[in-house]
C-alpha cells in the first residue's frame, strides 16, 4: 500500500528531480499527479517510465491525498499551501517562506529526524536553503563528537540555483564571447556570469551580508544547534549543477584529521573522497546526477587550537532541494503514516 502524492511546480528544475528520485527511490506511490500554473497545462514530464499531463495547480483538490511536494516558490506557497493542509494534505516545502517559523520543523532528514513530529501543528515541514542542506549534512557528525563552535563557510554556488532562466543566461553569455551578435547583458544575476564570479546572492541586508548568507547562519542554527556561530561568504560561480564549499569549523574538544575522515565516511549520506594528489577530490561536475555529500580535503587548521578544514560539494537540484524533500516524505510516511 503506497501514497496519493501531489509534485506542485513539475515544470520547473526542482519540480522534474522531485519526480525523477519520486521514481529512482521507488517511493510507495499509489497515485500521483503533476501541478503545475495555467500557462503550462498539460505540459508532459516524466515519472519513471510513465508521462504525466500537469494539471492546474489552481483549481486542485487537495483533499484525499497524503503528501504535496512544493516547488513553487514562496509567494504561491503562500497561496496553496494552506489549501493544501486544509484539505488534510501535509506540505514539504521548497521555498524559504516557512522556513524561520517556530512552529514548522525546518529537517534534513540524515541530522535531524526527530524534528519530524512537529509537522501536526501546521501540516507543514520546511526543507533547508541548497547551500545549508549539504553542509549540515557534513557537520552533525562532527558536532556529536566533537561540538561546533564556530563555521567559517565560502560558497561556490551554481547558476541553477537561481532556476532555468540562471543557466539560460550563463549558456547563452558563455554563447556569446565567441559568436558576434549573441552577446547577452546581465538579467538574471547583477553583473556577467560567464567567465566570472559575483560574490552576491540574494539582497543585501544591513549589515552588508546578503539574506543567502544570513540563511546559512539561522537554518544551521535552527536544524543543528543554536549556540554555534556561522559566518558565510556566498558566490555565485559559473557552474550549471553542483554546489560546492570551502568550510572551517572551531571545536570544543580536539578532533583529529583521521578520526574526522573515519566519522564522515561513516556518517549517512556523506562519501569521502580525499586523496592527497592530484585530483583525489571531487568536483561539481562529478557530484550531478547523485544522491551523496561529498567532502574531500579533510586537514587540521593550525591556526587555532580546535580547528578543521574541509571541502563539500553536493547537487544543489537535489541534496539541495528535491532530494531532501523526497527523504522527508519518505521519512514522514515511515513514522507518520506507516503505510505498506
Known amino acids: 500500500m503506497g501514497y496519493r502524492v501531489v509534485v506542485a511546480g513539475a515544470t520547473g528544475n526542482v519540480g522534474r528531480e522531485m519526480l525523477n528520485i519520486l521514481a529512482e527511490r521507488q517511493f510507495p506511490v499509489d497515485e500521483i499527479v503533476a501541478l503545475a500554473s495555467r500557462k503550462s497545462l498539460g505540459t508532459e514530464v516524466s515519472f519513471g517510465d510513465k508521462t504525466l499531463k500537469t494539471k492546474d495547480l489552481d483549481t486542485f483538490d487537495f483533499t484525499g491525498w497524503d503528501i504535496a511536494l512544493f516547488a513553487i516558490g514562496s509567494d504561491a506557497t503562500k497561496t496553496y499551501a494552506p489549501k493544501a493542509t486544509k484539505a488534510g494534505c501535509l506540505v514539504i516545502d521548497n521555498s524559504s517562506l516557512y522556513r524561520y517559523d517556530p512552529d514548522i520543523p525546518l529537517i534534513v532528514p540524515e541530522v535531524n529526524a526527530d524534528a519530524i513530529q512537529g509537522y501536526a501543528k501546521k501540516m507543514i515541514i520546511a526543507n533547508p536553503n541548497c547551500s545549508t542542506a549539504q553542509m549540515v549534512v557534513a557537520l552533525k557528525p562532527l558536532h556529536d563528537r566533537a561540538k561546533i563552535k564556530r563555521v ?29 551578435g549573441q552577446e547577452k547583458e546581465p538579467a538574471q544575476f547583477q553583473k556577467q556570469i560567464a567567465f566570472n564570479v559575483i560574490p552576491q546572492i540574494d539582497v543585501f541586508m544591513e549589515d552588508g551580508s546578503t539574506k543567502e548568507e544570513w540563511k546559512m547562519v539561522v537554518e544551521t542554527k535552527k536544524i543543528i544547534d543554536p549556540s554555534i556561530k556561522v559566518t558565510a561568504t556566498c558566490v555565485r560561480v559559473p ?27 561513516e556518517a549517512p549520506g556523506i562519501l569521502v573522497v580525499d586523496k592527497r594528489e592530484p585530483g583525489g577530490y571531487t568536483t561539481p561536475v562529478e557530484c550531478v546526477g547523485d544522491f551523496a555529500t561529498f567532502i574531500s580535503r579533510i586537514r587540521q587548521d593550525s591556526t587555532i587550537e580546535n580547528g578543521l578544514n574541509f571541502w563539500c560539494v553536493s547537487d544543489n537540484l537535489r541534496k539541495g532541494a528535491a532530494l531532501n524533500a523526497v527523504q522527508i516524505a519518505e521519512l514522514y510516511g515511515q513514522r507518520i503514516l506507516k503505510k505498506g
Open 152 to 180: 567559517v563557510v565560502s560558497t561556490y554556488q551554481s547558476v541553477s540555483g537561481a532556476g532555468k532562466g540562471g543557466m539560460d543566461e550563463l549558456w547563452d553569455q558563455t554563447k556569446g564571447m565567441y559568436v558576434p
Open 239 to 265: 557552474v550549471f549543477v553542483g554546489h560546492s564549499e570551502a568550510v572551517n569549523i572551531e571545536t570544543e574538544e580536539f578532533l583529529d584529521e583521521d578520526e574526522a575522515r573515519d566519522i564522515l565516511r
